[in-house]
């Protein structure tokens, strides 16, 4: 998996959608529905420029969820970003993990 974005906004394209704008416009980012999960990412002018199976992804879309969430909700830690996917998701997933995890 690869990290979400930049400092600037979230980036990506995949099967279905591009996701190009910054981390402040970026809304819900949700995981519904049975085998196979979907990843629905919305902006906060309701435009929802990703809706992905996770057989388009393959990566564990609950896991890229929490990361987009945590990147949106903390730009003080986006800077992590720029110095590469496998430090940004490090990063993410030491923040997430539960307190004795």
């Known amino acids: 998996m690869r990290a979400p974005g930049s ?48 057989c388009y992804l393959g990566a564990d879309l609950n896991q890229l969820a929490a990361i987009v969430r945590f990147f949106r909700d903390h730009p003080e830690e986006r800077g992590v970003l720029e110095t590469g996917g496998e430090a940004a998701l490090n990063r993410a997933a030491d923040v997430l993990r539960p307190v004795g995890g």
């Not at 279905?16 to 629905?40: I, K, Y």
């Open 7 to 54: 400092v600037d906004g979230l980036q990506g394209t995949r099967a279905r959608g591009d996701a190009d704008g910054p981390w402040d416009l970026v809304g819900e980012v949700t995981v519904t529905g049975p085998p196979p999960a979907t990843l629905s990412l919305t902006m906060i002018d309701g435009y929802v420029p990703v809706t992905c199976s996770m």
